[in-house]
């Protein structure tokens, strides 16, 4: 059935007539509500993201900046010129010692504070001698742990200020050390080497030969000649 209504003269109102059909609503400003309520999600959440990304890399420190070197140079007293430089990764607590003879051979000596352990590797030697950390050893490493260095430093020692001493290492012969269970910084040191325990001792007898000598200088003035000979099994 149709109805129609008929407009009064006197009205402007206009008159639908509907035949038999319900009036629908109009569904177009639900749809734009959902979309700006999605968009707006979207526009949240990446915010989020680019906030905790700029945090994060600001809680982060560059690897770059957690090793810096230090070269220190000058005459000792005996007027030997020292040639040596240091790596320091604070990052994972190393300590990497170049020690450069005057016939120009590089001896290495890594300390590696977190495991507590001291390797040398003296130039022209298929061999790596290891050792523990002390308590002398953290106070001089720790020196060239300094909290605010990021680029490199330059140490000048002076040879009226230097003070020297000789420590003795000996070899274990009988202790040799598979390097493939030893830490990854020993493992890239003492690739295609053999590795051996060694121990602080007093000093060779007359029948033990000294084997070969690396001088390593720190910043509080101290070099230390360590010597290594081998003790009788």
Request: one cysteine or more.
């Amino acid at each position: 059935m149709v109805g129609c209504g008929r407009p009064s003269e006197h009205s402007v109102e206009e008159v639908r007539c509907t035949e038999g059909v319900p009036a629908v609503k109009p569904w177009f400003p639900h749809k734009a509500f959902w979309v700006s309520v999605v968009t707006c999600l979207l526009v949240v959440l990446i915010a989020l993201a680019l906030t905790g990304n700029l945090g994060n890399s600001g809680m982060l420190e560059d690897p770059a900046q957690s090793i810096h070197i230090v070269r220190i140079t000058g005459p000792d007293p005996t007027g030997t010129v020292i040639n040596q430089s240091t790596v320091v990764d604070k990052e994972n607590d190393l300590v990497t010692f170049s020690v450069t003879s005057p016939s120009n051979l590089s001896s290495t000596v890594l300390f590696d504070v977190k495991h507590g352990l001291v390797c040398y590797k003296p130039a022209n030697q298929e061999s790596c001698f290891l050792r523990e950390m002390d308590q002398s050893d953290y106070q001089r490493v720790g020196s060239f742990l300094p909290e605010s260095t990021h680029q490199m430093s330059q140490f000048q020692l002076s040879g009226s200020e230097i003070h020297r001493q000789t420590e003795f290492l000996g070899v274990l012969g009988g202790r040799g050390v598979n390097v493939s269970t030893l830490e990854e910084p020993f493992q890239a040191l003492c690739r295609d080497s053999t590795a051996h325990w060694t121990r602080r001792a007093e000093g060779p007898g007359r029948q033990r030969l000294v084997y070969f000598c690396i001088d390593i200088c720190f910043p509080s003035n101290i070099c230390v000649s360590v010597c290594f000979y081998y003790l009788p099994e």
